[in-house]
């Protein structure tokens, strides 16, 4: 079966289980601009699950497009993937425990033809927090999987939390089991040697977790998720992602393309090239900070690995249609933007090589260095410099030295480099948890403040000014608009003075359902249309401001206290950018 397939099974199945399919979100979330990318499904959906009402009903499937780059330094091997989509069914306070498992049972079973004995399952052992999970057990039995197939574990693993805070819940995951030999009599789905491979977890959310620690949600959610490559490849019986169709042709082309045999790089190459790919297609642009930075770093591991593989990097381009001739079935937004995505992974490309040219003038400095000290080896410092700042490979470093007769020290190396991974794991884990837990008073005021700053800049600058981004947290706002040159001081203040002016009047801040043609035929505004369904939630301020919006937003503008705007500046070309605080 093809992945494709897969999906469209898997969005009927739950379609004909009166689920409403809602469409996937960007991988770069919209709503939560202090998370770097959406890393799963329930993430575009905290508000819902925090009891929000949705759109589109109490029960909905999806497929989400998901970026994880905790782990980019494990690409390579024969299973992680930076990019990856997960299938997903959810019950806003609708259905629990029993009805997810049967559904799920059914769907593994009878729709992709799984044979009941090929799985396992485990459940939440229960502790202090949360009891022992007997219903998911004994809905386990009742749907047909024997008690010896049946495991429970602690936190660690049948628990799941995006982060430190948020809503969460004790899960049950679904393992299939590859027919391997057991590599120990203890041997069973929690053990990582492969036998046991994990396919679907459910979620039952129906906690929040702050630093008090847990209370219960107001409502009992499922939300479910499954991964689609893997799935993918285990009915195709494949041993890695890389062998199913959707990366198979950029393989096939690689090894054609290639000097040296070296199957790491390959899959570096085609698994970066997809997610830069999805993640150019939702906005992201290379830079040296945050998301750009990750692209960036795609890019960049990229580029090295054609390098490795000895492949011409002129022929980029071809390699990148051949990816998405392979994924346009599924990601049919991938063909419309192929000029797109050309220009910015072919500029960056480009850069690189500079980058690489440069790093190689750093070389030359430090070797001489090295030389005229009487060494005959370059230190270990000296080498992680080199790739930290000038991005320049060790294996490079070390070639270049060979050839002055010189060595490279790399005993501390990896020392250095997972000091240097700690550090920006810590800080995308700092990024995630700031992101999912902003859903706080102060981040709600903001919230309601960008829409009327977007409404006056609107009234002062001109009607073309549109949102183009922004990032909220406790203490400020930033907000970027389409605005071609510097505000002049008179038009800061005038926008300053009307947002004042909104405030001051108390306006009550409605909340709407309608159909997407009605709400864009009263002129709302919309940052994403592609990704609401066709019914959105607009909010409605009085006259000033109508946009389509996922919330939340305070219940009368009275509430914001007093704006002020702190500076003006470029964000990038035709784009500027406001910070701006409430006091
Ligand atoms: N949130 C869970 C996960 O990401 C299930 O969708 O695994």
């Known amino acids: 079966m093809k992945a494709i397939e897969i999906r469209n099974k898997y969005l009927k199945f739950f379609e004909n289980h009166g689920h409403k399919i809602i469409p996937s979100a960007p991988v770069i979330p919209e709503n939560d601009p202090s998370v770097l990318f959406t890393t799963a499904g329930m993430q575009p959906l905290v508000p819902y699950l925090l009891g929000e009402k949705h759109p589109s009903g109490t029960r909905l499937t999806d497929f989400q497009k998901c970026v994880r780059t905790n782990d980019i330094d494990e690409v390579g091997d024969n299973r992680h993937l930076t990019y990856f989509e997960m299938l997903g069914n959810w019950s806003l306070g609708d259905y ?49 999987i024997p008690e010896e197939r049946i495991y429970f574990f602690e936190k660690d693993d049948n628990w799941w939390i995006a982060g430190e805070e948020g809503p969460c819940g004790p899960d049950t995951e679904m393992f299939y089991d590859t027919g391997k030999e057991k590599c120990s009599p203890e041997c069973n789905p929690a053990c990582g040697c492969g036998k046991y491979v994990e396919i679907w977890n459910n979620v039952f959310m129906e906690f929040y977790k702050d630093k008090n620690g847990y209370t219960k949600l107001k409502q009992q959610n499922v939300d479910t998720g499954l991964g689609l490559e893997r799935m993918t ?185 997972a000091e240097h991974q700690e550090k920006s794991r810590m800080g995308s884990e700092q990024k995630f948890k700031g992101g999912l837990a902003s859903t706080g008073e102060m981040e709600t005021k903001y919230h309601t403040a960008t829409h009327l700053l977007n409404a006056a800049l609107k009234v002062v600058l001109g009607e073309h000014v549109h949102q183009k981004g922004s990032n909220i947290t406790a203490e400020r706002m930033r907000f970027d608009f389409s605005h071609g040159a510097k505000m002049t001081d008179e038009e800061k203040q005038k926008t300053e003075d009307l947002v004042n002016e909104y405030i001051s009047k108390n306006i009550p801040v409605e909340r709407m359902e309608m159909k997407k043609e009605e709400a864009l035929a009263l002129g709302a505004e919309a940052m994403f249309l592609d990704k609401y369904g066709d019914i959105v939630t607009v909010y409605k301020i009085g006259d000033v401001s109508i946009e389509l919006c ?3 937003h305070v219940s009368s503008t009275g509430e914001l206290g007093h704006f002020k705007i702190k500076k003006e500046e470029a964000s990038s070309a035709g784009v500027r950018r406001i910070k701006a605080i409430l006091d």
């Open 550 to 552: 996922g919330g939340p």
């Open 96 to 144: 629990f425990k029993d009805e997810s498992i049967s559904m799920s049972y059914e769907f593994l079973t009878k729709e992709l033809g799984i044979p009941s004995e090929k799985l396992s399952v485990t459940c939440f052992a229960g502790d202090k927090d949360c009891g022992r999970d007997n219903v998911a057990f004994e809905a386990w039995k009742r749907a047909g």
């Open 233 to 417: 490849m285990l009915l195709q019986g494949k041993e890695t992602p890389f062998e199913i169709e959707l990366f198979a042709p950029v393989m096939e082309k690689l090894v054609k393309l290639q000097k040296e045999d070296l199957i790491q790089s390959r899959r570096i190459v085609a698994e970066h090239l997809r997610s830069s790919m999805m993640i150019i297609n939702d906005g992201g642009r290379p830079s040296n900070v945050d998301r750009g930075y990750i692209l960036r770093r795609l890019l960049r591991r990229m580029t090295r690995h054609l390098n490795k593989l000895g492949i011409d990097l002129n022929i980029l381009s071809e390699i990148i249609d051949t990816s998405i001739e392979a994924l346009k079935e599924l990601y049919p937004e991938l063909d419309t933007n192929r000029e797109v995505i050309k220009s910015v992974i072919i500029g960056e490309k480009d850069k690189f090589i500079k980058t690489l040219q440069n790093g190689e003038r750093e070389f030359e400095k430090v070797a001489s260095k090295t030389k005229n000290a009487g060494k005959k080896v370059i230190d270990t410092d000296a080498v992680f410099n080199l790739y930290e700042t000038y991005g320049f490979p060790p294996e490079m470093t070390e070639e270049l030295a060979k050839e002055q007769g010189l060595e490279v020290d790399m005993s501390d190396y990896q020392k250095l480099f």
